[in-house]
């Protein structure tokens, strides 16, 4: 993929919050899914992962990414994403699109990012696109979930956003944080992204869902999980690792 430092395409970035291993996997299948010409700058920053990041550090070096340090520890107790990636935004003003990532993200199509691309300016009303949700890297999240996920919020797992001085301008003053919205009668919860989704949507703009697909494991972490689920999510996570290895070498 090209490196343009002065002025990317695409500036990318994921956060790594203990989770090497994922990222490891999410910058494979990015790199074995997409074409070698593909006009993107990736950066990954690590909230002081004290995890295994020997197979991160081992390819993005051999890719030449930059793992940096966010400026939080993995024990910080109010860590925010969504402030480490404002800042990013702050920082990187110089591209047509931001493609922001979770760590726990595999891509499982070739091409994913073009053809979110060119969905996005089908759409005029559209800031941002995200991709459907695979759980398990063959079926889409069920029904019950899809509300949530994909109508109250771009979701930051795989989000597509075009750099347009709303977007700089929302993002500088309202950030991209999650926050407890408090009303005279009860309170509210706005995830990652979901506050700044709304404050876009005042300006008639709103986030579309993409045709293509990515695996999600979610909430990886967290230690909300039982450990069967984390067993199931680390057990496919290093099947597919071990895959794009081979494929990538």
Same mark, same amino acid.
């Given at each position: 993929?090209?490196?343009?430092?002065?002025?990317?395409?695409?500036? $990318?970035?994921?956060?790594?919050?203990?989770?090497?291993?994922?990222?490891?996997?999410?910058?494979?299948?990015?790199?074995?899914?997409?074409?070698?010409?593909?006009?993107?700058?990736?950066?990954? %920053? #690590?909230?002081?992962?004290?995890?295994?990041?020997?197979?991160?550090?081992?390819?993005?070096?051999?890719?030449?990414?930059? &793992?940096?340090?966010?400026?939080?520890?993995?024990?910080?107790?109010?860590?925010?994403?969504?402030?480490?990636?404002?800042?990013?935004?702050?920082?990187?003003?110089?591209?047509?699109?931001?493609?922001?990532?979770?760590? #726990?993200?595999?891509?499982?199509?070739?091409?994913?990012?073009?053809?979110?691309?060119?969905?996005?300016?089908?759409?005029?009303?559209?800031?941002?696109?995200?991709?459907?949700?695979?759980?398990?890297?063959?079926?889409?999240?069920?029904?019950?979930?899809? $509300?949530?996920?994909?109508?109250?919020?771009?979701?930051?797992?795989?989000?597509?956003?075009?750099?347009?001085?709303?977007?700089? +301008?929302? &993002?500088?003053?309202?950030?991209?944080?999650?926050?407890?919205?408090?009303?005279?009668?009860?309170?509210?919860?706005?995830?990652?992204?979901?506050?700044?989704?709304?404050?876009?949507?005042?300006?008639?703009? +709103?986030?579309?869902?993409?045709?293509?697909?990515?695996?999600?494991?979610?909430?990886?972490?967290?230690?909300?999980?039982?450990?069967?689920?984390?067993?199931?999510?680390?057990? %496919? +996570?290093?099947?597919?690792?071990?895959?794009?290895?081979?494929?990538?070498?």
């Amino acid at each position: 993929m090209k490196n343009h430092p002065l002025s990317p395409y695409i500036q $990318a970035v994921v956060v790594n919050h203990n989770t090497s291993k994922y990222t490891e996997l999410m910058l494979r299948s990015m790199f074995a899914r997409h074409p070698s010409d593909l006009d993107i700058s990736i950066t990954v %920053l #690590d909230n002081n992962s004290q995890d295994d990041k020997a197979g991160l550090d081992a390819f993005a070096r051999a890719r030449e990414i930059p &793992v940096l340090p966010s400026g939080y520890g993995f024990k910080t107790k109010w860590n925010s994403h969504g402030e480490i990636l404002r800042k990013f935004v702050m920082e990187h003003p110089d591209c047509a699109y931001y493609l922001f990532l979770d760590a #726990d993200a595999c891509f499982l199509q070739d091409e994913t990012i073009p053809a979110m691309a060119r969905e996005l300016e089908q759409d005029s009303s559209a800031f941002g696109i995200a991709p459907r949700l695979s759980p398990n890297g063959e079926n889409e999240i069920g029904e019950e979930y899809r $509300a949530k996920v994909y109508l109250s919020r771009l979701h930051p797992c795989c989000a597509l956003v075009r750099n347009t001085p709303v977007f700089q +301008r929302v &993002v500088e003053e309202i950030g991209l944080s999650c926050v407890q919205y408090l009303w005279a009668a009860g309170e509210v919860y706005l995830d990652t992204f979901e506050l700044m989704t709304k404050v876009m949507g005042t300006h008639g703009l +709103r986030s579309i869902l993409s045709s293509r697909m990515i695996l999600h494991f979610f909430s990886v972490s967290y230690d909300w999980e039982p450990p069967d689920a984390m067993a199931f999510k680390a057990g %496919l +996570r290093d099947k597919l690792l071990e895959a794009y290895a081979d494929a990538l070498g």
